[in-house]
């Protein structure tokens, strides 16, 4: 199954909404979203003396290793659902250009939310870049730590445990933080809408990735040049036929 198994409009008739989210990409950005959060509430007890009360009766164990799943889970729907945007989001995340560097020098003017005369950018820009891999390299680092206390409970030394759970909890710690940031922006650029619907207004695109625009754009008047000489073909072959 691939990002063809779910079809909308690249550019809405009026040319006024680009798609930007896919479905399979906003399906799963809801499982990361939930996931996440529950595994923050449900770890919080085991490591936070003063909420250890929830933890009584290990619910709170039980909870977080079901969330754990369902969050290590993302990357396999992912390949199974939308496997070239995996790579494209996986290659992009850690693929920089000059207009990146020129884009994350002026990141000042990005945060406060005035994203007009910023330098060209992609489909990411560079700071969206640095999220995702950010989110790429810490979500492995809480998944293997976390996987390896689990299976390991009981039979790793002390020391062995202390530095495993240090990697897990100082990652899930940057990935709140990065979440944090998300949520940030998500708010100053009124970005949820489009994560509902996977389309963003065609002109706040053209600010913000104004490369990844013109390319689709050109892509899409490629395949309108190619539905129209294929349908100049199929009328000349039956008005061949009719003379015959």
Known sequence: MSETTFKQPVITDDGERILRYRPAQRYIHLLVAVTFVALFLTGLPLIFEPLGFLAAGGYSRILHRVAAVGFM??????FVFDREGMKELIKESFTYDKDDLRWLGHMGRYFLGNAADMPPQGRLNAGQKLHHA??????????FSGVFAWISAGTMSDTLLSWTMLVHNVSMLGLVLLLIGHIYFTVVYKALTSMHTGYVPTVDAKIEHSKWVAEVEEAEAEARAAQERLEETRRRAAEETGKD
């Open 73 to 78: 889970a993302v990357p396999i729907l992912y």
């Open 134 to 143: 950010a989110v790429i390299l810490l979500g492995a680092s809480v998944v």
